[in-house]
């Protein structure tokens, strides 16, 4: 599974970083391979009440190893301590996990009790039928601490509001569920995801787990491995290291029977048909060299489209912060960093609000390129753009936020919207219309169409706009038109990541030829067996300042205060964590 940096349309190709942790060798790869086939059965038959004391013991240690767990993080990407960077690292690590553990939970509590996991409220069907259910806010403390917000999980169709809940947590309706083993292949960007790929083939699909590191990120494996501590001593779990000959051997392993794998398209395509030209044939013929079932995610040029309305300076500078702070999030290194900003060609505030994002680019601090290949991958982006935008230091060991705007929609080769840059690189473009309702039409088109991917995008629109019915149906037709597997209103779809009641995947349907984002969702703690999508919505500005927002150094305080909370929710702990949201 060896990558190359190619000129390709997809996701990025990622050059094999260098090894922090030996790999392990294929004998003792085979011999935890052989210690989860052991006991894959007695996994799937296991009480649930067990379940619910593992996974309260997982959740316990995640806490205890969050300050190493950050530390390692921060030294690792050559981030700042003591700023909003480290409180980053909190939000998207321990928190996120340990907010994941708890909504599992609660799930399992409800299995047992209720057979499925009950909604906080009652789903609906939409006038053309399709169920929608609400997820979040999922408890009272959700709603306190994040006011304005909500999300909705649709569901496929076929699922009806009479069948939901048999098509609910599939793995709990069998009466003898048989035990599989599942290999995850983790992704090195954000530490929470080989985590939470983890739980959600454990503890929603009902499979041992090994869990085999990604390079970039295998410094966290030894914390992985004491976090998930109880479920490796009972045989359930095991954690290796490893690059592409590693996940070669381990994909094609007899004792492997299914593969979640966050990664590229190009990794997807290694798995299933191999490299170089025996796998490009292959794929030609769709002739597959592996048949196991596989889900991923596999990345995507994530849009954002901007409505026009009646911004003020203030709405202009606070989503050019907003939009900056998905850019520069990770130092650019997120499946959800806005890559394509589409705007109304003749908007009189278009302009504007890129000046609001370069505003906000020059504000935040260069973030090292700790992700193998960025500085090539810029180099080939701008060799398309070379007059783009670049703020910040530049030359060897460097990525500047790079902005190429203003680009030409109809150019079927702009390398903007069919390659995703994975460093710290965005674009814009205008589309023509003759109204605000048509440029919606047009921008879900050119979304849908014209973009990569079928993963994130975003929608940011002014509540006056909204008093507008044309407008208010257009953006309504947009969060049913959109073919994404998360979109948010007025946010980061990578929200929709953090908050893991929604699910998070690629809208399905791709064929594996052709697999652009994958297939397959996670996170989804309600256990929905056929979603289709998630939509978050939120208020278009917020107070006090999103603690998401890179320029927000009190995300330090709250990151821990929230990883704390989400273990154990308390009126107790509530004021803390609303203090330091507002002061730090």
């Not at 990558?3 to 990025?12: D, F, K, L, R, W």
């Not at 599939?170 to 530490?191: D, H, I, Q, T």
């Not at 473009?429 to 990569?452: K, Q, Y």
């Not at 594996?512 to 067996?529: E, L, P």
Request: charged share 25%; proline share 6%; with cysteine.
């Amino acid at each position: 599974m060896t990558e190359t940096v190619v000129e390709s349309h997809g996701s990025a190709a990622i050059p094999e970083a260098a090894h922090r942790i030996e790999p392990t060798s294929q004998s003792k790869l085979d011999e935890a391979l052989a210690i989860l086939e052991d006991h894959k059965q007695e996994w799937a038959a296991l009480d649930i009440d067990e379940r619910i004391d593992l996974l309260e013991q997982v959740r316990d240690r995640a806490v205890e190893v969050s300050e190493r767990w950050v530390q390692s993080s921060v030294e690792a990407k050559g981030m700042t301590f003591g700023n909003a960077e480290e409180g980053e690292e909190w939000l998207v690590g321990p928190s996120a996990v340990v907010s994941n553990i708890a909504r599992l939970i609660t799930s399992l509590r409800d299995i047992r009790d209720y057979e499925v996991p009950q909604l906080p409220k009652p789903a609906y069907a939409r006038a053309d039928g399709q169920v929608v259910a609400p997820v979040f806010p999922a408890n009272g403390f959700d709603g306190l601490l994040f006011q304005g917000f909500s999300a909705e999980v649709w569901m496929q169709r076929g699922v009806t509001l009479a069948n939901l809940s048999e098509n609910q947590a599939a793995f709990y309706r069998e009466p003898s569920p048989k035990g599989r083993l599942a290999l995850v292949l983790g992704a090195g960007n954000v530490s929470s995801i080989g985590p939470m790929d983890t739980l959600y083939k454990m503890f929603v699909e009902g499979q041992v787990v090994l869990l085999k590191m990604n390079p970039v990120n295998e410094y966290l494996g030894p914390l992985v491995d004491e976090m998930f501590e109880p479920l490796r001593t009972r045989g359930y779990f095991r954690v290796v290291y490893g690059g592409a000959t590693e996940g070669e051997y381990l994909c094609m392993h007899r004792l492997v029977e299914e593969i979640h794998v966050t990664g590229s398209d190009k990794t997807h395509d290694a798995i299933v048909y191999g490299v170089g030209e025996d796998g490009a044939r292959r794929k030609a013929a769709d002739d597959a060299r592996n048949e196991k079932r596989l889900t991923c995610e596999l990345g995507n040029v994530s849009p954002v489209i901007v409505v026009p309305g009646p911004w003020s300076q203030s709405d202009l500078d606070f989503h050019g912060m907003n939009l900056a702070s998905t850019v520069v999030d990770n130092a650019g290194f997120n499946c959800t960093a806005t890559r394509v900003i589409v705007q109304h060609e003749s908007w009189k505030q278009r302009d504007a609000l890129l000046d609001a994002l370069r505003n906000a680019f020059r504000k935040v601090a260069d973030r090292k390129p700790y992700y193998p290949g960025a500085e090539e991958r810029q180099q080939k982006f701008l060799r398309h753009h070379p007059n783009a935008d670049q703020i910040g230091a530049k030359g060897p060991g460097h990525v500047p936020w790079t902005l190429m705007h203003h680009l030409d929609p109809n150019d079927r080769d702009e390398i903007c919207f069919n390659t995703e840059s994975w460093c710290a690189q965005t674009s814009e473009v205008g589309l023509p219309a003759s109204s605000v309702a048509e440029f919606i039409d047009r921008a879900v088109e050119f979304c849908n169409e014209r973009v990569w991917g079928t993963l994130a995008c975003s929608i940011i629109v002014h509540p006056k706009s909204l008093k507008d019915p044309a407008v208010a149906e257009a953006v309504e037709r947009a969060v049913a038109n959109l073919r994404y597997g998360a979109i948010a209103v007025n946010h980061w779809s990578g929200l929709v990541y953090g908050l893991v009641t929604p699910t998070w995947g690629a809208f399905p349907g791709h064929p594996r030829a052709d697999i652009r984002s994958g297939q397959g969702v996670v996170h989804n703690t309600f256990m929905f067996d056929r979603p289709q999508k998630s939509v978050l919505r939120g208020p278009f500005r917020m107070f006090p300042r999103p603690s998401w927002f890179v320029d927000n150094d009190r995300a330090l305080a709250v990151g821990p205060r929230l990883t704390y909370f989400n273990a154990d929710p308390s009126l107790a702990r509530l004021p803390g964590l609303l203090w330091a949201s507002l002061f730090g």
